[in-house]
């Protein structure tokens, strides 16, 4: 089955901690995301990758950075100096012109 | 930056009824697509519109590529208690951005009439 796999589902960290959310993918894109979604609130992306070992930043890059090894894997590490961490992460890779989803991690940070 | 706005911001169905609503931008479109997000979950692909014009189906959906190139529209007909949810449009920038990257709308969210 292809698609797109993000885990854990629900993530607790303590204030302070860095904490690595997962996503792989199996459809064979070049291209990775990595959005940040708030309650009521609509996508806001955080980085990209178009290739492997090459990533841009979002529009809300700021506390966050990222990975890309493999084309398969693009790791978003949420850092100490996101100021408001908590929020549901999606994970998406595409073709040309589509963006396909994985699941999403909820991170709530104590 | 290009922008696109989601017409209704939410609205509340009734078993049955029929469903419509929009995604309007300034600036022109070669791509619409159109996402559903279950609670708690990733956005789903419901259809992807390439031609102005374009009239697409997928069972009760139908979605349409306005012929201006400015707007889109999904209807929802005969619409059960499974279609609440957050509908999303989206579409690539056409300011030179890279490929596959996407702008999206705040969403319409379709929740069941108490």
């Known amino acids: 089955d292809g698609g797109i796999t993000q885990s854990p589902k629900y993530l607790f960290r303590k204030e302070g901690q860095n904490v690595t959310l997962s996503c792989e993918q199996n459809?064979?894109?070049?291209?990775m995301y990595w959005y940040r979604q708030d309650p009521g609130q609509g996508l806001r992306l955080i980085y990209y990758?178009?290739?492997?070992?090459?990533?841009q930043k979002g529009d809300i890059a700021e506390g966050y950075s990222v990975s890309r090894e493999k084309k398969e894997s693009f790791p978003l590490t949420v850092t100490s100096a996101q100021k408001n961490p908590t929020a549901f992460y999606l994970c998406?890779?595409?073709?040309?012109?589509?963006?396909?989803f994985g699941p999403g991690t909820r991170l709530t940070v104590l | 930056g290009q922008q696109l706005n989601q017409s209704p911001q939410s609205m509340f169905i009734q078993e049955g009824e029929d469903v419509s609503m929009n995604c309007t931008s300034s600036?022109?479109?070669?791509?619409w697509l159109w996402y559903k997000q279950d609670p708690g979950e990733g956005p789903v692909l419901l259809i992807a519109?390439?031609?102005?014009?374009e009239l697409t189906s997928n069972g009760r959906l139908t979605a349409q590529f306005g012929i201006t190139r400015k707007d889109s529209f999904l209807n929802i007909s005969a619409s059960i208690p499974s279609d609440v949810g957050i509908y999303f449009c989206?579409?690539?920038?056409?300011?030179?951005?890279?490929?596959?990257?996407?702008?999206f709308g705040k969403g319409t969210k379709l929740s069941v009439k108490p």
């Open positions: 998406a890779s595409s073709t040309i012109y589509e963006q396909f």
């Open positions: 459809l064979n894109h070049d291209a």
């Open positions: 990758s178009q290739i492997v070992n090459d990533f």
């Open positions: 600036s022109i479109f070669n791509t």
């Open positions: 519109l390439y031609k102005a014009g």
């Open positions: 989206a579409g690539p920038p056409n300011y030179g951005g890279s490929q596959g990257n996407l702008i």
